[in-house]
């Protein structure tokens, strides 16, 4: 089989017909490949914000979750507001994740953004334990993560990390 031999493609001619219908093609797929990516990109970071609520026991609706991370509906719930600032948190991040020095500031900034529509202070430290549980089918619980504890420094504020002793 001599189509492949360097020699043999040296001489090949073309017609030209060909060589428009390539370059159409090509045309064709560069136009379409950004409309794909946003596509695929906005996929990822419902299905991202989807699951990473769920791992606290947030859940909502695809179609719900959808519309608020497309920013077409409103949150009408606490959950959604969580949904929708995860959303906003996440976009910032997305979209400056360059120029985000990891300061203090920034984190509090970060919890401001992302409890807003909850009815939640954000911006702050925690100040009480909490814990991330699933309410399994049989009605019992089931502790899936303890968060670091809340600790008060010397002047009756809140430190930023204690180490778990």
Same mark, same amino acid.
Do not use: C
């Given at each position: 089989?001599?189509?492949?031999?360097?020699?043999?493609? =040296? =001489?090949?001619?073309?017609?030209?017909?060909? %060589?428009?219908?390539?370059?159409?093609i090509g045309e064709y797929k560069?136009?379409?490949?950004?409309?794909?990516?946003?596509?695929?990109?906005?996929?990822? #970071?419902?299905?991202?914000?989807?699951?990473? *609520?769920?791992?606290?026991?947030?859940?909502?609706?695809? &179609?719900?979750?959808?519309?608020?991370?497309?920013?077409?509906?409103?949150?009408?719930?606490?959950?959604? +507001?969580?949904?929708?600032?995860?959303?906003?948190?996440? *976009?910032t991040v997305h979209s400056n994740?360059?120029?985000?020095? %990891? &300061?203090?500031?920034?984190?509090?900034?970060?919890?401001?953004?992302?409890? =807003?529509?909850? +009815?939640?202070?954000?911006?702050?430290? &925690?100040?009480?334990?909490?814990?991330?549980?699933? #309410?399994?089918?049989?009605?019992? &619980?089931? %502790?899936?993560?303890?968060?670091?504890?809340?600790?008060? *420094?010397?002047? +009756?504020?809140?430190?930023?990390?204690? =180490?778990?002793?």
């Amino acid at each position: 089989m001599h189509s492949f031999e360097q020699q043999y493609l =040296k =001489k090949l001619q073309i017609p030209h017909h060909l %060589i428009g219908i390539i370059r159409q093609i090509g045309e064709y797929k560069g136009k379409q490949a950004p409309k794909m990516l946003e596509n695929l990109r906005q996929v990822a #970071i419902i299905q991202s914000i989807e699951s990473s *609520n769920r791992l606290e026991g947030i859940t909502a609706d695809f &179609k719900r979750i959808k519309g608020l991370v497309e920013e077409k509906i409103a949150p009408s719930n606490r959950t959604e +507001g969580e949904i929708a600032g995860y959303r906003d948190v996440l *976009n910032t991040v997305h979209s400056n994740h360059k120029n985000i020095p %990891i &300061k203090v500031q920034i984190v509090l900034q970060l919890h401001r953004d992302l409890m =807003k529509y909850a +009815g939640k202070q954000g911006g702050v430290w &925690k100040s009480v334990v909490n814990e991330i549980a699933e #309410i399994n089918p049989n009605g019992s &619980k089931s %502790i899936r993560f303890v968060p670091v504890e809340p600790s008060v *420094n010397d002047t +009756g504020g809140l430190s930023r990390i204690r =180490k778990p002793s």
